[in-house]
């Protein structure tokens, strides 16, 4: 495809109707061992899986993360966020993420990669990152899920810069950074099924 389709810029998504988030009833969080087997049972059933991860932001210079902290999965029904401070969370999270034949589609998912074979210790399977579908399909910039559900739903996904630069490695999340990291997950899943890449 030669040409380049336009992405709209922020005051035209500023105009757009809200994208329909999950709420805290289809979120659901994982921090124990039993939790995370419940997840993995329910997340097992899937073809596909919206995905993401959350660090403690540093602020310092020179300063390393040790993120992620958080990991996001989400099926097109449901958002899992598991927290990784927890060593059966973090062996059932590493084994969702080494399991071949799921797609598991995010946006900006690089650094994410990185930060998960440090921590884990395990290269994630099935990674899709968003971003390059739309390149592909003739789209010039870089598309974020802010970008990809103007496009796709005609809708404005609204993210919150508070929870953004949160604490992700605080024991007891808020329900601001439950919803915020589930949606991430969960809009990535509705757009990976929107592109078609699930027939």
Not at 114 to 138: A, D, S, W, Y
Request: hydrophobic share 45%; glycine share 8%.
């Amino acid at each position: 495809m030669n040409a380049r389709l336009p992405t709209p810029d922020k005051d035209a998504i500023a105009l757009l109707p809200p994208f329909e988030r999950l709420n805290l009833d289809r979120i659901h969080l994982v921090s124990t061992g039993e939790q995370a087997r419940q997840a993995q049972a329910q997340l097992a059933t899937a073809r596909a899986w919206g995905f993401d991860t959350e660090s403690k932001p540093t602020f310092r210079v020179g300063e390393a993360s040790d993120g992620p902290h958080i990991l996001q999965l989400s099926t097109s029904e449901r958002a899992w966020v598991f927290q990784l401070h927890d060593p059966e969370c973090r062996a059932v999270a590493a084994e969702l993420l080494a399991r071949p034949g799921i797609v598991k589609a995010g946006f900006g998912l690089g650094d994410d990669r990185k930060r998960i074979v440090q921590k884990l210790g395990i290269e994630p399977e099935g990674i899709l990152e968003l971003n390059t579908v739309f390149h592909q399909r003739g789209y010039r910039k870089d598309m974020g899920v802010k970008g990809a559900v103007a496009v796709l739903f005609n809708q404005r996904f609204i993210k919150s810069k508070k929870a953004a630069t949160s604490n992700w490695a605080n024991e007891r999340l808020t329900e601001a950074q439950l919803v915020y990291a589930a949606n991430d997950a969960y809009a990535a899943i509705r757009v990976w099924q929107a592109l078609g890449l699930a027939d």
